[in-house]
């Protein structure tokens, strides 16, 4: 018996939509301990969005040789001189790679070793970036718009935010004279 269906998901433009979509949305509020300035901080408003994330998870978190596919939207905006930007992980299997695909906007990815040594990939439509293993990976909106990228990345790669929450990164992306500038912390 052989059968003809509808797709589980559509991604269209820079929209993800079906019915196996997890939405999250990570506010200032949420993300006290990411952003530098924290007189800066304390001055904006709580709930303001600093990005959603759409994903499709076809199989459980952990589900080894299976794959995720997410969309990450960077509301435009600074904290004191540095850029709105996502918390940022290390994988938990820090062997797991990941690539991102930039859709719409212009910012940053921003990524640090384990020797956290920190370099940056300028992200414009179109731009295509591979995210070996081993690597803390975050993106950050430089521009006046919406960034959004998508993501494709293994089912038992996990999240490690803890080292992150600790230690930041060793760069942090600020605009200097216009122009976004990686500084050493
Ligand atoms: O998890 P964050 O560091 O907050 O980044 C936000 C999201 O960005 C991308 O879509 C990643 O593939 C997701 O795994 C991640 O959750
Ligand atoms: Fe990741």
């Known amino acids: 018996?052989?059968?003809?269906?509808?797709?589980?998901?559509?991604?269209?433009g820079t929209t993800l939509e079906g019915p196996e979509i997890d939405r999250v949305t990570r506010t200032l509020g949420d993300l006290t301990d990411v952003f530098s300035d924290k007189d800066a901080l304390a001055a904006?408003?709580?709930?303001?969005?600093?990005y959603d994330v759409a994903c499709y998870f076809p199989v459980a978190d952990g589900t080894t040789a299976?794959?995720?596919?997410?969309?990450?939207?960077?509301?435009?905006?600074?904290?004191?001189?540095?850029?709105f930007m996502t918390r940022g992980h290390f994988h938990q299997l820090r062997d797991r790679g990941e690539f991102y695909h930039c859709l719409e906007g212009e910012g940053m990815l921003i990524l640090m070793d384990e020797d956290r040594q920190t370099r940056a990939e300028k992200m414009y439509p179109g731009s295509l970036h591979y995210i070996p293993g081993h690597t803390a990976h975050r993106t950050a909106n430089t521009g006046n718009s919406m960034l959004v990228f998508s993501a494709f990345w293994p089912s038992d790669a996990g999240h490690d935010y803890q080292s992150i929450s600790e230690k930041g990164f060793s760069g942090i992306l600020?605009?200097?004279?216009?122009?976004?500038?990686?500084?050493s912390k």
């Open 44 to 50: 904006m408003a709580a709930d303001q969005k600093v």
């Open 1 to 12: 018996m052989s059968s003809i269906n509808d797709p589980a998901v559509l991604f269209q």
């Open 66 to 83: 299976g794959l995720f596919f997410g969309i990450t939207y960077i509301y435009p905006g600074k904290v004191g001189t540095e850029y």
């Open 174 to 183: 600020v605009e200097q004279n216009g122009e976004p500038v990686l500084a």
